[in-house]
């Protein structure tokens, strides 16, 4: 069955980075696009960026663009967000999606 | 800025139908903004119900369906259950973007 597993969430100062992986299994993952998707506590979903299945075109959110890189390395199954410049309202729940599945996330907590 | 607006809340009896809509800032939604419904419970990753526009997943209850309605995406629910009491997102693709909805709280009452 279809699997995605976060990993590399935590506490972080402001300024500071932190890189997101997702593995994934149970599936094609180097035919299909993959997004990350952050919730904020108690907020909704927001969307942070998407990447096709080749890695050839990368879209962003505005709240993240020139701060966040997604990437991928489909000879690991394995889906990334570098986080860079983090800020306090960069604190959510993210999590990688795709295609039609979810993991259930990892927590990035940005304060001093 | 794009925003993408749903119904805050909504209220539907046990075996009932309810709609949710999902409308754009840009204008009316069509099939190629390839509206997504996702729904997820307390606690829980949101899970996939509908995408472009009307298209069930293999697990999606076949008393969920998608449509365009008067220049916005709709997820309709008919003979709603107990278990369908939960938060539900539209997601809109803007040529490479994706905006969420701000979400719908659904009670079932």
């Known amino acids: 069955q279809v699997q995605l597993v976060e990993s590399g969430g935590g506490v972080v100062q402001p300024g500071g980075s932190l890189r997101l992986s997702c593995a994934a299994s149970g599936f094609t993952f180097s035919s299909y696009g993959m997004h990350w998707v952050r919730q904020a506590p108690g907020k909704g979903l927001e969307w942070v960026a998407f990447?096709?299945?080749?890695?050839?075109?990368?879209y962003y959110a505005d709240s993240v663009k020139g701060r966040f890189t997604i990437s991928r390395d489909n000879s690991k199954n394995t889906l990334y967000l570098q986080m860079n410049s983090l800020r306090a309202e960069d604190t959510a729940v993210y999590y990688c999606?795709?295609?039609?599945?979810w993991g259930q996330g990892t927590l990035v907590t940005v304060s001093s | 800025q794009t925003v993408v607006t749903q119904e805050p809340s909504l209220t539907v009896s046990p075996g009932g139908t309810v709609t949710l809509t999902c409308a754009s800032s840009t204008g009316a939604v069509t099939s190629g903004y390839y509206p997504n419904w996702f729904q997820q419970k307390p606690g829980q990753a949101p899970r996939a119900l509908i995408y472009s526009t009307s298209n069930k997943h293999s697990w999606t209850p076949a008393r969920f369906s998608g449509s365009l309605l008067g220049g916005k995406a709709a997820l309709t629910l008919s003979g709603v259950q107990p278990e369908d009491e939960a938060e539900y997102y539209c997601?809109?693709?803007?040529?490479?973007?994706?905006?969420f909805g701000g979400g719908t709280k659904l009670t079932v009452l």
């Open positions: 999606a795709g295609p039609g599945h």
């Open positions: 990447i096709r299945y080749d890695g050839s075109n990368k």
């Open positions: 997601l809109l693709y803007y040529g490479g973007a994706r905006v």
